[in-house]
């Protein structure tokens, strides 16, 4: 008895010259709508459904796989002798092998002004329960999923290598296929932040060298739906490929960067900023952050939120950079960064938003899921609690600074100054462990800076370090128990400290 392979693809990438190929393969080809009419164009002889289930398709094509000449063909077993007889009582022919894939959901979901019917038209139910049957029954049946594969199955089924051990890997493949796309749907309909089950699904991007350290294997995968403002959606022009440390890097300049639509340059450091700078021009703004803190930006990663001239490029040519991060490049800069072999150059679209979405971290066993940190704090939302008020100028530097130290790791605290950090101390075990590197690092430039703590002061040790160091005026969320102290040490030293009422914890 010949074999028969059920084909009935969405994406039908090289699907003729498959079919053909089965066809020399003695198969039978079984086929439906625009897939029969692509095969039997290209000289391809298939039949069609309807003649194996002797039902019409109905419903606008919603139903016509969905018959027991279909299913009973697929999930039979070949060694099962009651099985068998059943296929013969009813006139059903086993289908050896299934070529599906789905209806593109995903990407009607990404089209502009597109109606709910439509999405909901390219959810596929016929194909997917194909593909699961089949899967289920590896054993006896290949499923294909991916046109990635079609040369590889026929080298086996050619060679006679395509053994249980291969099509268990082509199930595998196809339930994670409709696993992926099942999460989509489901994603879509659900409108509820955290669900009783939740299920997430990405698209894998690259394989890794290494993960975090060198005998740490790491993968990265992207959003499939929404990768604005991402690592994932950036063009690479140059140099090496991203490293997993890379990734993280980058990701957190992309996150501060978004905090800031003037022309704005971050310098990040094993996921914190050692520079941040604001000013009229992207060059400015450059010469700001590099100015922040000259050392720990080597070996660092930059990102600009406008395009990067001949004359930064200069600037950042000289000092040994991981990954620089901009809109775009002008074709002058480009040739003189290019001139450095492995720095990698990325461009994207920066839209400077806050965007909401989920963080996933996981822990052994289970996975933590929240918002992101995307609140804006304005300034008609602090409070003055000291009997020294900031100036305007202050307050711009105070929620300048407030901005920054929300990506650096907790405990932290960042001095600031005309819209450029002089000093960062992260993830310090206590605050004014962390104030004293801030401190530190600013040197002489602490004088006459502002302040800003990413949780409040449950003693007046740290506002006692910010007045020796000449700190003018601090900005932090309160709620201590303690508040009085500080307000007390802040009176006396002549400090303005205002409250935000939320804090920016980062663990």
Not at 69 to 94: T, V
Not at 98 to 106: I, R, T
Not at 212 to 236: D, G, R, V
Not at 272 to 285: D, K, L, S, W
Request: proline share 4%; charged share 25%; hydrophobic share 40%.
């Amino acid at each position: 008895m010949k074999k028969r392979a059920l084909i009935s693809v969405s994406d039908k990438s090289n699907i003729t010259e498959f079919a053909k190929k089965l066809t020399e393969l003695d198969y039978d080809i079984i086929s439906t709508g625009g897939t029969l009419k692509a095969l039997v164009e290209a000289g391809v002889e298939a039949i069609a459904v309807e003649q194996v289930t002797e039902s019409p398709e109905i419903l606008d094509g919603r139903v016509k796989t969905l018959h027991p000449s279909i299913h009973g063909g697929l999930l039979a077993k070949r060694d099962h002798s009651s099985h068998q007889a059943q296929l013969q009582e009813h006139n059903i022919l086993p289908i050896d092998m299934v070529v599906v894939n789905l209806y593109p959901f995903k990407q009607t979901l990404d089209q502009i002004n597109v109606t709910e019917e439509e999405i909901i038209e390219n959810i596929d139910i016929g194909g997917p329960t194909m593909l699961r049957a089949a899967a289920k029954n590896f054993g006896d049946v290949t499923v294909v999923v991916d046109p990635a594969d079609y040369d590889d199955v026929i080298t086996g089924l050619t060679e006679g290598k395509m053994d249980k051990a291969q099509r268990k890997q082509l199930a595998a493949k196809v339930f994670r296929h409709t696993a992926h796309y099942d999460a989509l749907i489901a994603d879509y309909f659900t409108d509820e932040p955290f669900p009783k089950n939740h299920t997430v699904t990405y698209e894998k991007v690259q394989t890794l060298r290494y993960g975090e350290n060198p005998h740490q294997q790491a993968a990265f995968y992207k959003n499939p739906i929404n990768t604005s403002m991402s690592l994932a959606s950036a063009t690479q022009l140059h140099g090496k490929e991203l490293s997993y440390n890379n990734i993280q890097d980058a990701n957190a300049a992309l996150e501060i960067i978004a905090e800031y639509s003037d022309p704005s340059t971050v310098a990040v450091k094993h996921m914190n900023p050692c520079g941040i700078g604001v000013a009229e021009t992207i060059n400015r703004a450059f010469d700001k952050a590099y100015e922040g803190d000259s050392v720990s930006i080597f070996g660092g990663i930059v990102a600009c939120n406008r395009e990067i001239d001949a004359d930064l490029a200069k600037k950042l040519s000289g000092i040994f950079l991981e990954i620089i991060i901009s809109p775009s490049f002008t074709e002058e800069a480009l040739t003189i960064l290019t001139k450095k072999k492995n720095i990698r150059l990325l461009t994207l679209r920066m839209d400077n938003n806050q965007s909401n979405y989920h963080k996933l971290t996981t822990v052994k066993g289970g996975v933590l899921i929240q918002s992101n940190d995307a609140a804006d704090l304005k300034k008609e939302q602090l409070t003055y609690p000291t009997e020294k008020k900031p100036t305007n100028e202050q307050i711009e530097d105070l929620l300048f600074s407030w901005k920054a130290v929300k990506h650096v790791k907790s405990n932290a605290i960042v001095l600031a100054s005309n819209k450029q950090t002089v000093g960062v101390g992260a993830g310090q075990m206590n605050r004014v462990g962390a104030a004293n590197i801030a401190i530190k690092q600013a040197g002489e430039k602490a004088e006459g800076t502002v302040l800003a703590s990413d949780a409040f002061f449950p003693m007046p040790d740290t506002v006692e370090v910010a007045a020796k160091a000449g700190v003018k005026a601090i900005i932090q969320p309160g709620g201590s128990k303690r508040d009085q102290d500080s307000i007390d040490m802040c009176n006396e030293h002549g400090i303005a400290m205002v409250f935000t009422g939320m804090r920016h914890f980062k663990h």
